[in-house]
C-alpha cells in the first residue's frame, strides 16, 4: 500500500460518484473526504460503515480512518454500531489493527 495524504474537499455528489467507481484511489479519496468534510455525521457514519468490512484492506482503511475524522469532528458516533465493526475488521486483518487503534483512540479523546 503507498498512501499519500491529502485533503480531498468533495461534495456529497461528487463522492458518491467516486464510490460507485471500481477505482480504488477515487473510493478511498471519497471516503476520507466524507470523514473531513461531510456536513451530515449520520449519513458519513453509516456511509463509512458499509466500507470497514470491504475485502479491499486499502478501503477498509480509508473509512476507519474516516470514522475516526467523524469522531473528531462532530464529537459523537453510534457506538453501538462502530465498536462491532471496528473489532471485526482488527480481527478480520492485521493489517488494519493499527488504523483500528487510531480510530479507537480519537473516539475515546473526541467523544
Known amino acids: 500500500m503507498s498512501m499519500r495524504y491529502h485533503d480531498p474537499s468533495l461534495s456529497r455528489n461528487e463522492a458518491i460518484s467516486f464510490l460507485a467507481t471500481k477505482d480504488l484511489n477515487k473510493v478511498t479519496e471519497a471516503l476520507i473526504s466524507i470523514g473531513l468534510n461531510e456536513t451530515d455525521a449520520t449519513w458519513a457514519q453509516e456511509t463509512c460503515l458499509q466500507y470497514v468490512s470491504n475485502p479491499d484492506e486499502d478501503i477498509a482503511s480509508a473509512a476507519i480512518i474516516a470514522i475516526g475524522h467523524i469522531a473528531r469532528r ?15 475488521a482488527k480481527r478480520k486483518s492485521p493489517f488494519l489493527s493499527g488504523a483500528v487503534q487510531d480510530t479507537l483512540d480519537d473516539i475515546q479523546m473526541f467523544t
Not at 74 to 88: I, T, Y
Open 74 to 88: 462532530f464529537g459523537e458516533l453510534n457506538m453501538a454500531k462502530v465498536a462491532p465493526a471496528l473489532q471485526q
